[in-house]
Structure formats: structure tokens, C-alpha cells
């Protein structure tokens, strides 16, 4: 079964940049489907971005796309999301998620319900 950790979460002022990690442990990690999903206070989860296996297919959302990006190192079984232009509407926790069906497509990547192994999130809080 495989276990995910996020890091790289912090405080940024608006416009900034960081990149996130997500690091699994077990599993045969080069084979899922991964996505990145975020939660502000008080609102729903929100589908961020999904990368297939291989990172060779991805899909994002309209409000992160030109701004976010996200690949994969399956040799180090690690995905990343780097996050430019960062808005403080982009405040949130931040939670990767592994589908290990291996198959992606990218309008059913958008759903929670693919995904069947979450990591704990990291904090991105991004300043005015």
C-alpha cells in the first residue's frame, strides 16, 4: 500500500512561489495516477491538477493553469507541484492523491472518488 507525505507547504506573499512534494513510500508508485487537491476554510475540496503515470498526460484546473505546474520523478517517487504567481485565493491545504487503477483520463482525474490513497496535506498560505 502506498503511503504519500506532502512537504513544502509555508507562508508566501502574493506573487511568490513554492513548490510542493509529495513523496510515497511502498506501492509501485510508477504506475498510479496522481493529483494534487486543495481546501480552503470553509469551502469544498477542489480539483488542482492530475498527472498520469508516466507525466507524460496532465490536467488542470482553469484557475491554477499558466501558474501551476506539476511533474513526476518515479524514479525518486516523488510528484511536485511548483505554484508561481501565487494569489492569496490559493490559500489552502494542499493534498496529494494516488489512483493506482492505472488509468487516467482527464475529465474523471478531476474526482476525489478516483483517488483511493491521500496524503495528510500541507499548509500554503499566500499573503496580500
Known amino acids: 500500500q502506498v503511503h504519500l507525505v506532502e512537504s513544502g507547504g509555508g507562508l508566501v506573499q502574493a506573487g511568490g512561489s513554492l513548490r510542493l512534494s509529495c513523496a510515497a513510500s511502498g506501492g509501485t508508485f510508477s504506475s498510479y495516477s496522481m493529483a494534487w487537491f486543495r481546501q480552503a476554510p470553509g469551502k469544498e475540496s477542489e480539483f488542482v491538477v492530475s498527472?498520469?503515470?508516466?507525466?507524460?498526460?496532465?490536467f488542470y484546473a482553469d484557475s491554477v493553469k499558466g501558474r501551476f505546474t506539476i511533474s513526476r520523478d518515479n524514479a525518486k517517487n516523488t510528484v511536485y507541484l511548483q505554484m508561481n504567481s501565487l494569489k492569496p485565493e490559493d490559500t489552502a491545504v494542499y493534498s496529494c492523491?494516488?489512483?493506482?487503477?492505472?488509468?487516467?483520463?482527464?475529465?474523471?482525474?478531476?474526482?476525489?472518488?478516483?483517488?483511493?490513497?491521500w496524503g495528510q496535506g500541507t499548509q500554503v498560505t499566500v499573503s496580500s
Open positions: 492523491a494516488a489512483d493506482h487503477s492505472g488509468s487516467w483520463n482527464m475529465y474523471r482525474s478531476q474526482s476525489p472518488v478516483r483517488y483511493d490513497i
Open positions: 498527472i498520469n503515470w508516466s507525466g507524460g498526460s496532465t
